[in-house]
């Protein structure tokens, strides 16, 4: 329904006949048939509405409900249709890049049907995204519609939470102050009957003391529950927020892929707990023709005790190698930054470790 309309004409009166039943009616009733549809205004509320007749349907407007341009009203329903199908959140885009090249293009293409440019390629583009990315336009207004209504209720539960509070401090105020009328009326019963004033008066102080000291702990008590509760709530609603990320067509880069359902399956133990043993710069032969290995591998003395040549070999392979990867550039430049505090030295002990490590498993770390 268009909300470019026109000054309302008056209708010309007709005399009513004999046969026609009551046809008087009353100004109030005729002031309270007089609504605007959109704001649901009534001429008996407002006796200085002014009513407009749009030129297309005959419905009428109020004069605050129609605009004076009709390029106006035409942007704003075309921003509706595509705000209704470019629906994506910013957290189904990887990072702000994608997110900011997609607002782009969506107000590329708004551009050009408010202002009629490449009208069909527009469309087509408009309708190729509608069709492909029916599902995820599905989702997101459910999901807006479930945010719309948290909030609602959220907004419904901080008034009533509001108004109880309200209620609960006029009950107290009202209790605390029967009290103090009590407490006075026994305060004078109890002169009046001859006791001792200043006993009477500090009783009196110590009984209204606990009822107070009772009261705050109450009101301690029920505030941590109400935190506890808008806790809970706010939690629940975290966890049913969600969002998909099916794919579009081109004109959409960077969404987040949909979190796969499928349990992920657990990773081996490993008892070394990731420290490996394999060497990268040689591989250990079984034989070595050198004399001196020969030699111990024949000497009863030393095959006897149970000793393996091996390991005098792969000994001095490490040797060998153990220079390389260190850099003792690095390490003086990590130690001059180590000097500007405790952490720092704490962080160059670790990375020396962790030097030291990679060069005992022959790893280059260059």
Not at 114 to 143: C, Q, V, W
Request: net charge negative; with cysteine; proline share 4%.
């Amino acid at each position: 329904m268009s909300r470019l309309a026109q000054p309302s004409r008056p209708q010309p009166s007709t005399k009513p006949t004999a046969t026609s039943s009551d046809t008087t009616t009353s100004p109030l009733l005729a002031a309270e048939s007089e609504q605007c549809p959109i704001c649901k205004s009534t001429r008996y509320l407002n006796p200085s509405l002014r009513f407009l007749v749009n030129p297309e349907c005959y419905h009428k407007l109020c004069a605050s409900c129609t605009f004076e341009d009709i390029r106006v009203e035409r942007e704003i329903d075309i921003r509706k249709r595509v705000a209704s199908v470019f629906n994506r959140r910013e957290d189904e885009f990887e990072d702000l890049r994608n997110w900011n090249d997609y607002l782009n293009d969506v107000e590329d293409i708004t551009f050009n049907l408010i202002n009629s440019i490449d009208l069909d390629a527009t469309n087509a583009r408009f309708e190729a995204y509608r069709k492909a990315n029916e599902e995820g336009i599905a989702e997101n207004e459910r999901l807006a519609a479930e945010e719309k209504s948290q909030f609602s209720s959220r907004q419904k539960a901080e008034r009533a939470l509001a108004r109880e509070r309200r209620e609960q401090a006029r009950r107290e105020e009202e209790m605390e102050r029967r009290e103090l009328e009590a407490n006075r009326r026994d305060v004078l019963e109890r002169l009046a009957q001859g006791g001792d004033a200043e006993e009477v008066l500090r009783k009196g102080e110590e009984v209204q003391l606990k009822k107070r000291m009772g009261r705050g702990e109450a009101e301690r008590r029920r505030a941590g529950l109400q935190q506890q509760q808008s806790q809970s709530s706010s939690d629940a609603a975290g966890a049913e927020k969600s969002s998909t990320g099916t794919d579009g067509p081109a004109v959409l880069k960077g969404l987040r892929k949909p979190a796969s359902t499928r349990p992920v399956p657990e990773p081996p133990i490993d008892p070394f707990g990731g420290v490996r043993f394999s060497t990268k710069f040689f591989a250990l032969q079984d034989e070595y023709r050198w004399e001196g290995v020969q030699d111990t591998k024949r000497d009863v003395k030393h095959v006897a005790g149970g000793y393996d040549v091996r390991d005098f070999t792969q000994r001095s392979l490490v040797a060998a190698f153990a220079g390389l990867g260190v850099f003792v550039g690095e390490e003086a430049d990590e130690r001059e930054r180590g000097k500007m505090g405790v952490e720092g030295e704490e962080a160059v002990g670790t990375a020396r470790a962790d030097l030291g490590l990679k060069d005992s498993e022959m790893v280059d770390v260059a």
